[in-house]
């Protein structure tokens, strides 16, 4: 009888321990300073600035893709700007002071060179945007995915590299949505940029697939040159702040060009960004 009466005790103790546990008020989220020189810049269609750093509070104004803020703190999932708060998920912080650009990298995944170009990627700690082939997903899926978990923007780059100006409308999304599909299979997201080839959109393509296209600025032609030298000194001749650089990893002189300038930019004082972190004109 006894034992029972101490195993009763012993019981609502622990149940009144965790109760008490799971009563513990949350935390309320540490403001953090940002620098004189940080923005934002939106990164969506439209997204809303409220009253409060919470979603229930009061709508202040929208503002749209590509507009810059100016910051001053952030707070949990909150940025504060001058007319209110911005949820962080709608925008991209920077620093206007720093100079930044994007390697990008189209028409893999590629089975032999694609690996040696991330683990390189990966050893430097930085992020590459890829435009990929559908039928080269469907080939290299475990590439793709390393791609992902390893932080690098994955976009489209059609099924079988098309120049979608040339095709029927019907056509031209069937390339892209069986991409999109593929891609999503394979990493669980759906990609929301793409890179047209030959650098060919149509118009007014964007708003039936819900895609942006990314083109660039730099052209390597690493494809036709096939040497590192003359790669690195067509793109050290022509960068600039914002610059997006057109590369290809099916080539052995492409990645070793892409990794030693990975590096000579770092020191130039460029960060290497993915282009939806890119501040795009
Ligand atoms: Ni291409």
């Not at 891609?183 to 060919?200: D, K, L």
Request: glycine fraction near 6%; aromatic fraction near 8%.
């Amino acid at each position: 009888m006894k034992t029972r009466r101490w195993r009763r005790w012993i019981f609502m103790a622990v149940l009144l321990v965790g109760v008490l546990c799971l009563r513990q008020p949350v935390q309320a989220a540490e403001s953090q300073m940002l620098g004189d020189t940080m923005r934002l810049a939106v990164k969506v269609a439209t997204a809303l600035i409220h009253s409060e750093a919470s979603g229930d509070s009061a709508v202040v104004k929208n503002v749209g893709f590509g507009e810059q803020l100016k910051v001053t703190e952030k707070t949990g999932n909150w940025y504060k700007v001058s007319d209110g708060y911005i949820h962080t998920s709608k925008v991209v912080l920077y620093d206007k002071n720093k100079k930044h650009i994007a390697l990008t990298f189209d028409d893999g995944p590629d089975a032999r060179y694609t690996s040696v170009l991330l683990d390189g990627l990966r050893a430097r700690n930085i992020k590459v945007s890829f435009f990929l082939l559908g039928e080269k997903v469907e080939q290299n899926p475990d590439l793709v995915r390393r791609m992902q978990e390893e932080g690098h923007l994955v976009g489209n780059h059609t099924y079988h590299h098309v120049q979608l100006d040339k095709l029927s409308d019907a056509k031209a999304r069937e390339e892209i949505l069986k991409t999109n599909n593929l891609i999503y299979e394979t990493t669980g997201r759906y990609p929301q940029y793409m890179r047209p080839p030959f650098g060919a959109w149509k118009k007014n393509l964007e708003l039936r697939v819900e895609m942006m296209p990314v083109f660039w600025t730099i052209d390597t032609l690493d494809w036709k040159v096939q040497n590192t030298e003359q790669i690195i000194k067509t793109v050290e001749e022509k960068i600039k702040d914002g610059s997006i650089i057109l590369m290809h990893d099916e080539y052995k002189t492409t990645v070793e060009a892409a990794l030693r300038l990975a590096d000579s930019l770092k020191e130039k004082g460029y960060e290497l960004v993915t282009v939806d972190e890119l501040i795009m004109p």
